[in-house]
């Protein structure tokens, strides 16, 4: 009984978060796309240091932390060119892209040093 | 609001002179006031450098205490030898015969900050040498820690909060006492850090900014650079954001400007070799990874939940998603701990969260004077009025609450809490208690003026056309009570009077305490004329010339700096304090008989010994009043050194009485060698004042020692065989 009820349930959640998502723009789209392949990454580079072991650690560290970084950094552009968020109404979708390039630029140039 | 208190604070200014000054440069309000505000951080940058040199024009540009030696050599060593050599660093030349890696153990931001500042001036052609750049570069960041003071009170509260807070924190003590010129410390510069990131977080948070957010983790970096103290921003923060996410305030801007700056700043500050991969294993900063994946799983949440638009679905999402969340953060934390791949906290950062932890665990940490519990006296010596201004503050802030007044009420509170933990983190205080005391102070007089104006203007406005039916029933409420204005007016000298006990309370406790060079005595002379004692250098310039360049000296860790810097000789330790063994052999060498102490000498190839004696000034802080921190020390590794052994009774004495393990030990026998042919007094035989004390025979030990006039040192040559008395 409860498990019917609670599967019904997930089904339920399922396709109202797919209508849903079918409804979001374009170019949020093309954002998720970016942030789920960073995440995969980053998901492989785990599993290859479990395999492997985690020497040297720094090239690991930065190899995960660029993902998880760039990631990171695209879900805030996301939040700042997102139409439907009012804290950032008065913000051009050119600036917060313009920033999001700069921390890129910054986050890559750190990780450069890093990786030993 | 805020345009009738600007013209409020113009109009008071607004007598014949300054209008007529003002009329003559044709400026608008907007501008007199930006004119006014200018004047005055430009005059408070000026103070609080000025405020800071006491010790310069009394004795001489020269660096102070212990540390700053260090720091100074290391500076010396970048400007000569560069960058590449500097970072990877290895000195030979302390900790015989271990050596230090210098370049992956310190914290270079100060030593790069000066040399900097060293380069730019010579660039600009200012042939200036690196000592004086070392000795002024605390008082230089201590005027821009007003100006980010400015900045920070007007994103809490307002531009007028901003300027009181730039003027508190230019000549508060407890601020002014690790950044007087010639303390070239990492505090001095690392208030300034932290008081930037705070800011610029602060700032990052109201406005949503990626750039702000971007400058907070650079902010974050100079202060992982500069001190050891980084870790208490690394654990505010991540604080302060679960603060907001309980109160509900959870919001976008929120998370991107604490991700933003969490992995650049985590990232930027694993560049630091001495902080490494502390970011991700050490237990001091698991709080802020938490954070870090408890504000993704929020941002999941209110994502879904804005997708959903329906409630029941939501809700057993929700708990799906919050047991999964909470079971996995638990069992990794759980892993990582039990596991031992977490560190748990160091003992440097756990006794300041249980403080009876170092006294029973770790001698050398709790023998360090800077590291007591804090007494009231000087929290009252440090803050003067601000100690009852930052309740009102904290009042002023719960009043209007927003992202940015919480922010520093948690600031003030935790760091009020290690205040009186520690005596040495009055300094990590001073910041918050300015800010919060100058919200105080700004709004009360703020208030105050209004109700001083209120009158006029209620009066005005009603000789106008009374359109404005606030105003005219504000007017009638002020006109029912008719000793308000002079109650105002009253308790605005009272604030005024306040302020300037204040002034003169900070002047004078710079100019009395805080100024001293510790390494340059000062005294009154029989005839009451000053008398400076130099010892110290002149001990350490004897050194320096007159001893083979290999030589190596064997002191107790309080002058290890001082000797690499000044006489250039190897030590043995040092104020670093990194080996807690061999700084415990130096200990057992000190209280042991002769003969043993001879053997552990010799092992370490000890040529020159040196030790602080103070009787014959009545210096007070000598190597006879660190000795039971020596016998601690050395019989926490060497149980064959007991403590007991140099007690009479349980107490210490050091004259006739003194227990036989006391009165043949090394360090006693050094400090009182000869001591019988010294004049301690006036038309007083020599040593006679000192024998009636102690009545004892002093062994003769080797020949050549250099003795200093004042005797504050002596030196011997101990490639003699010791004779026994």
Sequence with gaps: MGRTTTSKDAQALFHSLRSAYVATPANLKIIDLYIIFAVVTAVIQVVYMAIVGSFPFNSFLSGVLSCVGT?????????????????????????????????????????????? | MVAKTEKSAVDLLKSPGMTSLFKSLKLKTKQQELLIRVTILFLVYVLAFITRLFSVLRYESMIHEFDPYFNYRVTQFLTQKGFYEFWNWF???????????????????????????????????????????????????????????????KELWDSGAGLVAAVLIAICPGYISRSVAGSYDNEGVAIFALLLTFYLFVKAVNTGSLAFALASAFGYFYMVSAWGGYVFIINLIPLYVMVLLITGRYSMRLYVAYNCTYILGMLLAMQIRFVGF?????????????????MQVFYFLDWVKHLLNDPKL??????????????????????????????????????LLDPTYAKDHIPIIASVSEHQPTAWSSFMFDFHILLFLFPAGLYFCFKRLSDATIFIVMYGLTSMYFAGVMVRLILVATPAVCLISAIAVSATIKNLTQLVRAKSKASHSASGKG???????????????????????????????????????????????????SIVLAARGAHGNRVIFDDYREAYFWLRQNTPPDAKVMSWWDYGYQITAMGNRTVIVDNNTWNNTHIATVGRAMSSYEDEAYDIMRSLDVDYVLVVFGGVTGYSSDDINKFLWMVRIGGGVFPVIKEPDYLVNGEYRVDKGAAPKMLNCLMYKLSYYRFGEVTTEYGKPPGSQILYLLGMGLSPASTSAYISMVVVKLIFIKNQIWTKS
């Excluded at chain 2, 970011?279 to 802020?288: D, F, K, L, T």
């Excluded at chain 2, 953060?329 to 791949?341: K, W």
Aim: hydrophobic content about 50%; glycine content about 8%.
């Design chain 2, 91 to 153: 000195d030979s030349e302390s900790w015989y015969p271990l050596g230090r890696i210098v370049g992956g153990t310190l914290f270079p931001g100060l030593m790069v900050t000066a040399y900097l500042i060293y380069r730019t001036l010579q660039f600009l052609r200012f042939a200036i040498h690196i000592r004086e750049v070392c000795v002024l570069t605390a008082p230089f960041f201590a005027s821009n820690t007003t100006l980010v003071a400015y900045f920070f009170g």
């Design chain 2, 278 to 294: 502390q970011h991700v294993q050490s237990g001091e900063h698991m709080a802020a990874m938490g954070v870090f994946f408890l």
């Design chain 2, 467 to 517: 359109t404005i039916s606030k105003a005219s029933s504000k007017g009638s409420l002020d006109q029912s009570l008719p000793f308000q204005r002079n109650g105002a007016i009253a308790l605005l000298l009272g604030a005024f009077f306040l302020l300037s006990r204040y002034a003169i309370h900070c002047t004078w406790v710079t100019s009395e305490a805080y100024s001293s060079p």
């Design chain 1, 71 to 116: 990631a990171v950094l695209a879900v805030c552009l996301r939040i700042q060119v997102n139409k439907e968020n009012r804290e950032f109404k008065d913000l051009p979708p050119e600036r917060a892209f313009a920033d999001f390039v700069l921390c890129n630029l910054v986050l890559h140039l750190v990780i450069m040093n890093f990786l030993g």
């Design chain 2, 314 to 351: 939501f809700h057993t999402f929700l708990r799906i998603t919050v047991t999964c969340a909470v079971g996995l953060g638990a069992i990794a934390l759980g892993v990582g701990t039990a596991s031992g791949y977490i560190s748990p906290w160091t003992g440097r950062f756990y006794s």
